[in-house]
């Protein structure tokens, strides 16, 4: 069900346009960045170590610098921008919103924000029909949590060591990654297990099989043990995305719906990375055909023109609060803007088959494309993914499975990533890197000829990655 053109260019109905790129002003770039060392106080970083790099536009797959180099946007900023930089579309529809109302109060209704709804209700499986919107991913997992808790009358929230949800209080409590370590105690009732990871088992398995079996049994214990009616919510990304994008084995996801039902625990999905295409579908759920009872979503919604999340609520839910009030709003709750790009958005995927594209890309170019890499690389462990989120674990030695570099690696020990990417970005190309990973998400509109520009860029750069191997491929 391809909408490629036959000679594998812009999806369907695209509308053909090459901005040109701005003549280079390497002075306003340089002020640019003065400023921002001045005055920008950056997410998750030691200030003083930092050197952002200076973007001053975009279109579709690439972003350019204020040098007028070009980039291929690999990482799709912050794995957000799914319909590709400056859609024509999303920017119209934006601009005609603002002509006709910027903001509204979330008490009042509107048509964008309606029509938003109606459209996610839509693409949400089983009976999620109701919308509450937030002002991203974050506090999308808050307010389920929130839901959760005062739909069951329980407080525990369960969620997985390998998992990001976000920089709130809860939501960063029950975060697994190191980003969490140093804002404990923010929160209360959270408790991590682990979720399924074939190629670093935690369960000592040797097939996936035996993983998603192992898994599912290690949960059912850690239910048992704190009490399952102490339990709101297990809280899963569906797709564990800047852990890894760990695909989950076949029979996990339903696993755990089968548990929430036997305990009354709600299943909460957080699909605000893996969620509107970026794993081929429009919920990732769906390529398993699992319906959670709470949805979290941000990002790839309206790829973040506009910054906007929320959470789709099943009937049951949205009836707890039919005649009670839920004590949760935001003044931006269903912003127009951002409601008008999240219409727009999704329209433009349907029409232009840009969730089929990315499945086909993932498919046809970026799997076999990457999987090709793994066999010539050293430091290429394991390649995994699906529709545009696909992962490399680069490693020392592919017998011993040793991290390329170490867990939470910052500085001299994080040094084979860091030459990594610098070696991409020399070459144009804009990777996303965590920990030992290197990620490939680009937009879920890319074409093939860049997919495969793409391909051929990141196997000249792992050949930097390769030199702190031992150098078997075996
Ligand atoms: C799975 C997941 N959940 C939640 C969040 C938090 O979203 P936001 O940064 O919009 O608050 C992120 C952000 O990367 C994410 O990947």
């Not at 674990?393 to 991290?403: G, I, P, S």
């Amino acid at each position: 069900m391809t909408s490629r053109s036959p000679e594998g260019g812009w999806p369907r109905g695209r509308i053909l346009r090459r901005m040109a790129i701005p003549a280079p002003d390497q002075a306003a770039g340089a002020r640019t960045y003065e400023l921002d060392r001045a005055h920008v106080f950056h997410s998750w970083s030691a200030q003083a170590l930092i050197s952002p790099m200076v973007i001053a536009g975009a279109e579709g797959s690439h972003v350019w610098d204020h040098e007028g180099k070009r980039y291929l946007d690999l990482s799709s900023q912050l794995v957000n921008v799914n319909i590709g930089h400056q859609h024509p579309k999303v920017v119209a529809a934006i601009r005609a919103q603002a002509e006709v109302l910027c903001t509204i109060a979330p008490q009042h209704a509107n048509d964008q924000r309606s029509e938003a709804a109606r459209l996610i209700a839509e693409l949400a499986p089983a009976d999620l029909d109701k919308v509450f919107f937030t002002n991203g991913g974050a506090d999308a997992i808050e307010n389920a949590v929130r839901m959760a808790r005062l739909h069951t009358g329980r407080h525990k929230v369960l969620t997985t060591y390998r998992s990001y949800h976000g920089n709130t209080a809860t939501a960063i409590q029950m975060t697994g990654d190191p980003r969490r370590w140093a804002n404990d105690g923010g929160a209360t009732g959270v408790v991590h297990f682990f979720g399924p990871y074939a190629y670093r088992s935690p369960f000592w398995s040797d097939s996936t099989e035996q993983e998603c079996e192992r898994a599912l049994e290690h949960l059912e214990q850690v239910v048992a043990f704190e009490g399952p009616g102490t339990i709101a919510a297990i809280v899963l990304e569906t797709i564990p995305g800047t852990a890894g994008i760990l695909v989950p084995p076949d029979g996990y996801l339903a696993g755990v719906r089968d548990l929430c039902d036997r305990h009354g625990i709600v299943y909460v999905a957080d699909e605000v990375m893996a969620g509107f295409g970026r794993a081929g579908e429009w919920f990732a759920v769906d390529r398993w055909g699992v319906a959670p009872d709470l949805i979290a979503f941000a990002k790839g919604s309206n790829s973040g023109y506009v910054p906007l999340g929320g959470v789709v609520i099943s009937a049951a839910i949205a009836e707890t609060f039919a005649e009670r009030p839920f004590p949760g709003g935001l003044t931006y709750s269903g912003h127009p803007l951002a409601c008008a790009a999240v219409v727009a958005s999704i329209t433009a995927m349907r029409d232009e088959g840009i969730i089929e594209n990315a499945r086909r890309i993932g498919e046809d170019v970026l799997g076999p494309g990457l999987r090709e890499l793994a066999e010539r690389h050293p430091s290429v462990g394991e390649v995994r993914g699906l529709g545009v989120f696909w992962a490399l674990d680069l490693v020392r030695d592919k017998a011993t499975r040793e991290m390329l570099v170490p867990y939470n690696a910052s500085g001299e020990a994080n040094r084979p990533m860091a030459e990594l990417v610098a070696a991409c970005k020399e070459r144009g190309v804009l990777p996303f890197a965590n920990f030992n990973r290197l990620h490939v998400v680009p937009p879920c509109t890319i074409t093939e000829a860049e997919a495969k520009e793409g391909l051929a860029v990141l196997d000249e750069a792992l050949a930097v990655a390769d030199r702190h191997t031992s150098g078997s491929i075996g």
